[in-house]
């Protein structure tokens, strides 16, 4: 990538990530008067001060908050146009950043992640998990490559895609034992009687409640709320709360001791997508993973 991307830029990039010459010089592999040269061949180029010392450490200004929004999009670029390089895969290898929702995270998305790498096993890969707003804000802030989730109910940015993977329904879990499960039907009226455990500020969920549910959905609201599946699990196993979930977290649910139905009327879908930036969409990795998950939720 040294070779498609500015060594400038790389050097400012780290310096915006330390926050401290020293510490940047130390990662970058070169000393800190080649560091500060670097930086200011930057400035003098662009005729801005990219950052300003405080006793906390070295602050971006406007320009260099600017520079590093600029500079993120080419890393990104410059990366992928590498691991499309077959050559560059078999030697140097790569990086890709990936969100995932909950949903993919318990159930099919492992395997998926499992076969990509063996299909390009010279990719360094990183993954992290969330709810669909803490991704999305991630994307745009490239925090990550590409993200696989429910995508929220807003128009993407122009230079933005979602790929749609699949759809999955969304049931009720909670304990073997609990009164709902005794109920030969359960109404939305009687599941509203009992307290529901959710996810931390997924504000995706609320909007699609209330538009499936109307007034009803006002009194879904958590009781609980917590960004783990194992918490919540342990905490259904234990009281008479629930959660309405996707189907696809049931198998897992399931050996935890939990069970799942789903109420009179259904409930709603959940499309899955995958989402990048629309110049990544055509590159070998972002191919490659959209096959391996579509594959695996198929057999699920």
């Given amino acids: 990538m040294r070779l498609l991307v500015s060594r400038h830029l790389e050097n400012f990039l780290a310096l915006y990530d330390a926050r401290n010459m020293h510490l940047a010089a130390e990662k970058k592999g070169i000393s800190q008067p080649a560091l500060s040269k670097s930086l200011r061949v930057l400035e003098e180029s662009l005729g801005a001060a990219l950052f300003e010392r405080t006793r906390h450490g070295l602050e971006p200004t406007n320009a260099g908050e600017l520079l590093h929004r600029h500079a993120c999009a080419i890393d990104q670029e410059a990366r992928f146009a590498s691991l499309d390089i077959n050559e560059y895969q078999s030697t140097l290898g790569g990086r890709i950043k990936i969100g995932v929702g909950p949903v993919l995270a318990v159930s099919t998305f492992p395997q998926a992640l499992a076969d990509f790498h063996q299909s390009l096993p010279g990719i360094e890969i990183s993954v992290e998990t969330g709810i669909a707003n803490f991704l999305y804000d991630g994307l745009l802030n490239a925090d990550f490559d590409v993200i696989a989730a429910a995508i929220p109910e807003i128009t ?124 990544l969409v055509t590159s070998r990795p972002l191919q490659i993973l959209r096959q391996a998950i579509e594959e695996h939720s198929k057999l699920s």
Avoid at 193 to 209: H, I, L, Q, S, W
């Fill in 156 to 279: 993407l940015p122009e230079n933005f895609t979602a790929m749609p993977l699949f759809a999955t329904n969304m049931v009720v879990i909670c304990c073997k034992d609990h009164p709902l499960m005794a109920a030969p039907h359960v109404s939305r009226d009687l599941l509203a009687t009992f307290r529901r455990v959710g996810f931390v500020e997924d504000r995706e969920f609320e909007k699609k409640a209330r538009r499936f549910l109307g007034g009803l959905s006002d009194q879904l609201q958590p009781i609980l709320q917590t960004t783990s599946l194992t918490i919540m699990f342990g905490i259904l196993a234990a009281t008479d709360y629930y959660a309405i979930v996707s189907d696809l977290i049931v198998p897992r649910a399931r050996r935890e001791g939990l069970d799942a139905f789903s109420p009179l009327g259904g409930l709603w879908q959940l499309n899955i997508d995958l989402m990048c930036k629309t110049t």
